[in-house]
């Protein structure tokens, strides 16, 4: 005969949540308004249920063991579907009223996310909508750990697929180009797309990670290995060490947007390179009406900014 599992108590699985997030049964205690006991408690239980240790106790709190982490990801996934139900039982009784939580990289906030709040504004006046930024790894996390509704990500080709996961889905936005940033003066000398190769001597400015191992990436099937002398991911400060002649870059066409620079110039690049723009959410959250709405606002934005 197989062994037999008590089913998950739903309650009990939030209690470890709470847990695992704040690391501590105190912690737990003091966010869910309890007494440490009755956390310990609930969480004993769970672990009698399932048959398995979840966490290891000591006197600098929690670590969660292996059957711990895999149950905090299907934990994660209940809490997420749950506020995704109160959304929709508080939008269909106010009316379009609720919270939206948007996660999204800076050129992204700067040029998509103001436009899409725009218009979103106007068929939902009551929608209380935040937007924090985050680079896509970690905005990607928050949507799976249910902090974010949905995410705005980029990838370079070759990169991991961040939007691929069983618990969410994507939509495509658009193909944001990648552009050679030289001195104006410089740039007046050059013909479009630019070969990378001719840029071989120059000294470089890069950013983030992976804009870096995308900059080496292109720079290697053009024949060179970039001279890096500056690291920032700033783009008024990549554009203006550019414009000071300092180094020449690689930008994506958002960033340009987000702060134009009329003492640069760019340049489209031979094999016109991109980065892919998409925007996530959990599976369960693209039913919400205002995640609907949201992608929808920012698929009109993009139309309209192609127009």
């Known amino acids: 005969m197989s062994e037999r599992t008590e089913p998950?108590?739903?309650?009990?699985?939030?209690?470890?949540?709470?847990?695992?997030?704040?690391?501590?049964?105190?912690?737990?205690?003091?966010?869910?308004?309890?007494?440490?006991?009755?956390?310990?408690?609930?969480?004993?239980?769970?672990?009698?249920?399932?048959?398995?240790?979840?966490?290891?106790?000591?006197?600098?709190?929690?670590?969660?063991?292996?059957?711990?982490?895999?149950?905090?990801?299907?934990?994660?996934?209940?809490?997420?579907?749950?506020?995704?139900a109160a959304d929709q039982m508080r939008a269909l009784r106010t009316l379009r009223a609720g919270t939206l939580r948007v996660v999204a990289f800076p050129s992204a906030s700067a040029t998509l996310i103001p436009p899409a709040l725009a218009a979103l504004a106007g068929q939902a006046p009551g929608l209380d909508v935040r937007l924090s930024e985050q680079e896509p790894p970690e905005a990607r996390q928050s949507v799976l750990a249910g902090d974010a509704d949905l995410a705005l990500l980029f990838q370079y080709p070759g990169d991991r697929a961040e939007d691929q996961h069983q618990d969410l889905t994507s939509a495509r936005l658009l193909d944001d180009p990648i552009y050679a940033v030289l001195p104006a003066g410089q740039a007046g000398r050059m013909r479009e797309p630019v070969d990378l190769a001719r840029l071989g001597g120059k000294r470089w400015v890069a950013g983030c990670p992976?804009?870096?191992?995308?900059?080496?990436?292109?720079?290697?099937?053009?024949?060179?290995?970039?001279?890096?002398?500056?690291?920032?991911?700033?783009?008024?400060?990549?554009?203006?060490?550019?414009?000071?002649?300092?180094?020449?870059?690689?930008?994506?066409?958002?960033?340009?947007?987000?702060?134009?620079?009329?003492?640069?110039?760019?340049?489209?690049?031979?094999?016109?390179?991109?980065?892919?723009?998409?925007?996530?959410?959990?599976?369960?959250?693209?039913?919400?009406?205002?995640?609907?709405?949201?992608?929808?606002?920012?698929?009109?934005?993009?139309?309209?900014q192609r127009a």
């Open 210 to 304: 992976r804009c870096r191992a995308h900059l080496v990436t292109l720079a290697t099937a053009a024949g060179f290995h970039p001279d890096i002398r500056h690291s920032t991911d700033d783009y008024v400060v990549v554009q203006n060490l550019v414009a000071s002649g300092f180094a020449v870059a690689l930008l994506p066409g958002l960033a340009l947007a987000a702060v134009p620079n009329g003492r640069v110039r760019a340049l489209a690049v031979r094999g016109r390179p991109v980065r892919r723009i998409s925007v996530v959410c959990r599976r369960e959250a693209g039913e919400s009406p205002p995640v609907r709405a949201f992608i929808q606002a920012l698929t009109s934005t993009v139309e309209s």
């Open 8 to 84: 998950v108590d739903p309650r009990r699985l939030l209690i470890f949540r709470e847990v695992a997030r704040c690391g501590s049964l105190s912690g737990a205690a003091s966010a869910l308004g309890w007494t440490q006991p009755a956390v310990g408690q609930h969480l004993q239980r769970l672990e009698r249920d399932l048959g398995v240790p979840l966490a290891l106790r000591s006197t600098r709190g929690v670590a969660l063991t292996e059957a711990g982490r895999c149950l905090l990801e299907h934990a994660d996934a209940v809490a997420s579907r749950l506020a995704v």
